[in-house]
């Protein structure tokens, strides 16, 4: 397996690949902004010439590096390819001085909130967090 920075194909192919991926519509949450605008940090993992993984993610100027989305084909999970992903993103944002990790996943997302868990993150539901009735998990970690 191999980590390296997204390319214009990656992009292309996540955004092809997200809705299975997910198993339901997903593909918003891959908005261009976060390969074009957002994308200097977003990684992918490579398996048998395939991406396999994918985390779209960026440091902001409050110290706070931000995975938005990671996606890793069901055909490769519990391989350790998240975390992978992860410790390679969260390396970068100590490099950049960010202080702090943090995501965020819907209610009903369990592999979500056990992935985080298991990489040590703090797990606590937020409610309104998205908006009126729209409640979050929210995940941090400090560095
Ligand atoms: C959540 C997700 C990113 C995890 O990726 P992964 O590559 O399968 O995770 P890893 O193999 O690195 O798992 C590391 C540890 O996290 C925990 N974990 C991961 N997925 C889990 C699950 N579905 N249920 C329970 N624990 C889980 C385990 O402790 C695991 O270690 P182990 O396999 O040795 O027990 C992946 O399931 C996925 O893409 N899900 C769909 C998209 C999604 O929900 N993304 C996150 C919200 S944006």
């Known amino acids: 397996m191999e980590t390296r920075g997204i390319t214009a194909e990656d992009f292309g192919q996540i955004v092809s690949v997200i809705d299975r991926w997910w198993g339901g519509p997903t593909s918003a949450l891959a908005h261009p ?34 995975v938005h989305l990671v996606g890793i084909d069901p055909g490769y999970r519990r391989r350790g390819v998240g975390k992978r992903l ?8 100590h490099g950049l001085g960010m202080r702090r990790m943090k995501a965020i996943t819907t209610p009903g997302n369990q592999g979500s909130i056990e992935f985080h868990k298991a990489l040590g993150y703090r797990v606590e539901r937020v409610a309104d967090y998205a908006g009126p009735g729209r409640d979050r998990y929210v995940f941090t970690r400090d560095l």
Do not use: I, K, N, P
Not at 42 to 60: P, S
Not at 86 to 93: A, H, I, K, L, V
């Open 33 to 66: 902004m976060f390969f074009h605008e957002l994308g200097e940090h977003a990684l992918v993992v490579e398996a048998d010439d395939a991406m396999v993984g994918f985390l779209l993610g960026f440091a902001t100027g409050a110290g706070t590096g931000y």
């Open 86 to 93: 992860y410790e390679s993103f969260t390396e970068r944002m």
